[in-house]
């Protein structure tokens, strides 16, 4: 019986006559004339099928693992890997004493190699890659010890709600900008007393002819020293009830009057990141600073809803590459630190503490690589997303716990990138909502009566 494989919107079919075909799945059987036939994979499904996890290479970092990737994905992420360590890496040290990155240095350079916004579409100034491609950027960078997320900040929360909400006018304004790196965006949502309490937001904007006067303040922004433009959340329907009816983005430039930020907040950790606190007195916007223009009025509480799944996906992704490359960090030090006559690797307390992290990990990398195929797919929702978050945030705290420990006093010292690895560690299960309010989230999906 001649048989041949034709793929349709990327599904392998084996087509078997003019009658029958069935959906090719590695290794399945398949009821073909009502018999069951045993499916041989093709050359490329064979490729496929041979690409190893992460779990199975020599390195948790190797490139060439992982089903969701391609040669395409290898060939790019091998370019943003030699491109961190050769023109960014050499000026770490000194962007974490300083608090914040060299604008020309590192957003420039990001910039004009393609690193920005990859998978924003080229019909209004992206690159156009696809999202899977764009998370090869976020875990290079932590992979060469650049731990922070201001890429992530960026590309990943700022950059979405522009290209999915903003006016033409708006897209053909800043998105070229911010995918060249001349514009540094920003996400304003947090408040000194609200935390990750979105409908206790207390910042506010008024009409006032055609303009809007913001007032309020922010903490804890992301890119908020470096950033050009930063996406404002405010409650423009003071008389509502209801916070989630009330809210409204606003873009607002740096430089606008009434508009100060403060310098870097001094953190225990994460110092590549600048992190700042943002004020808003009378600040005058025009409608044109309205997201969306007046069709975006009040509905700012529901495009977070819908944009916050990415958020806590990148922020998990952020955790995984960071345990990932703590990991091999580690593991090249118990090779090589001798005690007892012999390397830290040849004792078996050692060997089992490094075998439950690799367990742990290549457990959070399967669920990882699901989210953002599902993400890519258009299926991840907000359950799953806080899950994601919960789990790998968990994990990446005690996976660089036990890299400093299995450091012994080398792992204090902050020279050692495992010791900068657990100061910033510390902040992912605070930031995008903490993980006791992802519990909340996924323990209320549970518990609902659909």
Known sequence: MAA?????????????????????????????NGRYYTIVASPI????????????????????????????????????????????????????????????VFWRKLGAQGYLGVDVPTDIGGVGGDFITSTIVIEEQVYQHFIGTNVVAHSDLTMPYIVSYGTPEQKSKYIPGMVSGEIVGAIALTEPSAGSDLQGMK???KKKGDDWILNGSKVFITNGYLADL????AITDLESTKRAHAMSLFLVETGT???????????????????????????RLPSSALLSGEEGLHKGFYRLMNQLPRERLMLGLCS???????????????????????????????????????????????FMDMGIQMYQEGRL??????????????????????????HGGYGYMREYPVARALY???????????????????????????
């Open 45 to 104: 499904l064979q490729q496929i099928k041979k690409r190893p996890e992460i779990g199975q290479s020599d390195s948790l970092i190797d490139i060439g693992t992982r089903q969701i990737f391609n040669e395409e994905h290898d060939i790019f992420r091998a370019n943003v890997r030699r491109f961190f360590r050769d023109e960014l890496t050499p000026h770490h040290d000194r962007w974490e004493r300083q608090g914040y990155v060299d604008k020309e």
């Open 320 to 366: 995984q590459a960071m345990a990932e490359t703590v990991f091999e960090t580690t593991r090249d030090y118990v090779r090589q630190r001798k005690a007892f006559g012999k390397t830290l690797s040849k004792l078996q307390t050692i060997q089992h503490r490094l075998a439950a992290l690799k367990t742990k990990i290549c457990v959070n990398r399967a």
């Open 424 to 450: 910033s560690a510390r902040a992912m299960p605070i930031v995008g909502g903490t993980n006791e309010i992802m519990k909340e989230l996924i323990a209320r999906d549970i518990v609902s009566e659909k």
């Open 257 to 283: 009057p009434g508009f100060t930020n403060s310098k870097p907040l001094a953190k225990m950790g994460a110092n590549l990141t600048d992190t700042g606190e943002l004020f808003f007195d009378d600040v």
């Open 4 to 32: 041949s494989f034709i793929q349709r919107n990327g599904q392998f079919f084996l087509n078997v006559s003019k009658q029958f075909s069935c959906c090719y799945d590695a290794g399945c059987r398949s009821l073909l």
């Open 203 to 205: 910042t506010y904007a």
């Open 381 to 406: 929702d907000s359950t799953t997303a806080s899950m994601i978050k919960l789990s790998t945030t968990e994990m990446v705290n005690r996976v660089c716990d036990e890299g400093v420990q299995l």
């Open 230 to 233: 930063t996406v404002v959340a």
